[in-house]
């Protein structure tokens, strides 16, 4: 029986492309059910409070940079969503008197400008380079400082970054978010055409990704303009460049934060039982992180949320 057509965005594969008993069931999960999801492999994290949730987040920079040594680099690459945990970052490395030297920092994605070719310009009001030095590296005592080569932001030549995650730096940890889409970084479902029309990708093929240049799905489009300009959605781009599951997967380790800011209470759960159940699915490509070695969510109590109905 042919997979049915999305319920938001027909040309596109999405969460909501699954078995309606599927969602069901995420949509019943309590906290309780959420934290017995953990598994080898999986594990789920509550915080009770946003200040220990995004200290707990910026930790986990000072504890991948700590490590680097001149024989042994070591990185972390972090996402733009959330961005509380950035200025955190920077005043522990300065409290601590942590010396960047060795160490290093990937940023997940970025926009991409159609007409120019180029990813946008640090200067583009959402640029996610100009948010981390502006929230986090600008703010770290200069005789601290990560070296710039050490800086790793995605551009439209994407083999220039796709080499520094083959060049010997160690990547202890990829941290992300969680979008209303259920991606990490830009790793979107894509558009039902071609050899894909009737089904999506099988999770081997999504996996064989590499950073890219990607065409974001309407719901992406839409939270963004929510999140971070105020519900312009004319002011967001269409097309953004995007570190990518082959990269992730050289990952040590992948550590999801949702505070309940970005992802709704249902995608909250949805990708938490399909990762514990490893029920891989590329409309859903949070939930191939269930075929990761070491994932780990963190969550917020108080973004939980219900997923009883509630009229406003």
Not at 25 to 38: G, H, K, N
Not at 79 to 108: C, D, I, Y
Not at 267 to 290: E, H, N, W
């Amino acid at each position: 029986m042919p997979r049915k057509l999305s319920h938001i965005a027909p040309d596109w594969w999405d969460y909501t492309t699954l078995n309606d008993d599927l969602i069901n069931d995420a949509a019943r999960l309590t906290e309780r059910d959420l934290r017995q999801l953990s598994r080898p492999g999986f594990k789920v994290v509550m915080y009770d409070t946003l200040e220990d949730f995004y200290l707990a987040e910026a930790l986990e920079y000072i504890h991948a940079w700590r490590q680097a040594t001149a024989d042994n680099p070591v990185g972390i690459c972090g996402p733009v969503g959330p961005t509380e945990q950035l200025p955190l970052v920077a005043r522990l490395v300065n409290e601590l008197g942590l010396s960047l030297k060795h160490a290093h920092f990937w940023g997940m994605d970025e926009w991409y400008d159609e007409v120019t070719k180029l990813e946008v310009p640090s200067t583009h009001p959402l640029s996610f380079e100009k948010a981390d030095r502006e929230l986090c590296f600008d703010r770290i005592q200069k005789k601290l400082a990560i070296p710039e080569a050490h800086l790793h932001f995605p551009k439209a030549d994407i083999a220039s970054y796709v080499q520094t995650w083959n060049s010997g730096v160690r990547c202890a940890v990829m941290q992300g978010g969680q979008g209303d889409i259920k991606h990490w970084a830009f790793n979107d479902p894509l558009r039902r055409a071609g050899k894909w029309k009737n089904e999506p990708p099988p999770p081997a093929e999504y996996r064989k990704l590499s950073t890219r240049i990607v065409e974001l799905h309407p719901i992406t489009l839409s939270q963004n303009a929510r999140t971070s300009g105020g519900g312009n959605i004319t002011m967001v781009p269409k097309t953004a460049i995007t570190v990518g599951p082959k990269e992730t997967w050289q990952a040590e380790k992948v550590s999801i934060w949702q505070a309940g800011m970005h992802d709704n209470p249902l995608g909250q759960r949805l990708t938490a039982l399909m990762i514990s159940k490893r029920l891989a699915d590329s409309s859903v490509p949070m939930s191939l992180l269930a075929e990761h070695p070491n994932v780990q969510f963190n969550y917020f109590r108080g973004g939980l949320g219900s997923c009883a109905v509630e009229m406003h």
